[in-house]
């Protein structure tokens, strides 16, 4: 089967960097996926990891290690606005859709 | 539209009904999943649509739940004799042909679904 495992919360304060991490067993890999969901709104793509390294995109970056099963996403400068549900997300087996971690809550403070 | 989107936004309806979610993918998009988000939980994926190819329903979680896609384009999720179980947000992506591939999918707002 497929697992993705996320710690299910994590609590900062503006302007500090946090790393919310991704540990997955997977039956064939792609790559790794993260999304950010605010209360009651759609989830959104923040990036992929197919290859391993880290991927930086302004305040984001995520990396991936495949040797380990592990990635992270990481936040940098942080901001209330970042207040939300981080997940990681790897590709089936079939290659079809993605499975889903429960997700990180991430709540910042000022 | 520009986006993925769903209706109703919100049902509430009574142990034992039919209820029909429809979702209207991005113009374009190939590729439709359903999923289903419980309070606090992840996403779980119920079903996929590619084209014209028979549908991945691997992840429907009973016989209770059906999906189709007419023309290529809208899809409607249907949940027959609801339960209480059945209480969530039902969520929408569409995607470019092989979407979970590159890792990102675009997703609606979501139905939220309560069976009293």
């Known amino acids: 089967g497929q697992s993705l495992e996320q710690p299910s919360e994590v609590t900062a304060v503006e302007g500090a960097i946090v790393q919310m991490n991704c540990t997955y067993q997977?039956?064939?890999?792609?790559?790794l996926s993260w999304y950010q969901q605010h209360d009651g709104g759609a989830p959104t793509f923040l990036s992929y990891?197919?290859?391993?390294g880290l991927e930086e995109t302004g305040r984001f970056s995520s990396f991936l290690s495949r040797s380990d099963s592990y990635g992270y996403l990481l936040l940098q400068e942080l901001q209330m606005k970042d207040s939300a549900s981080y997940f990681c997300?790897?590709?089936?087996?079939?290659?079809?859709?993605?499975?889903f971690g429960k997700g990180t809550t991430l709540s910042v403070s000022s | 539209g520009a986006g993925v989107s769903q209706s109703p936004s919100n049902k509430v309806t009574e142990k034992g009904k039919d209820v029909e979610l429809r979702c209207d993918p991005i113009?374009?998009?190939?590729?439709l999943y359903w999923y289903r988000q419980s309070l606090g939980q992840g996403l779980e994926f119920l079903i996929y649509?590619?084209?014209?190819?028979?549908?991945?329903k691997s992840g429907l979680p009973s016989d209770r739940f059906s999906a189709e896609r007419t023309g290529g384009s809208v899809s409607t999720l249907t949940i027959q004799r609801t339960q209480q179980e059945d209480s969530a947000v039902y969520l929408c992506?569409?995607?470019?042909?092989?979407?979970?591939?590159?890792?990102?999918?675009?997703f609606g707002e979501g139905s939220r679904l309560t069976v009293l």
């Open positions: 113009s374009g998009h190939t590729a």
């Open positions: 649509f590619q084209g014209n190819s028979a549908p991945d």
């Open positions: 990891n197919a290859l391993d």
């Open positions: 997300a790897a590709t089936n087996q079939a290659g079809t859709a993605l499975i």
């Open positions: 992506a569409s995607s470019p042909s092989g979407g979970a591939l590159t890792g990102e999918l675009f």
């Open positions: 997977t039956s064939g890999f792609y790559g």
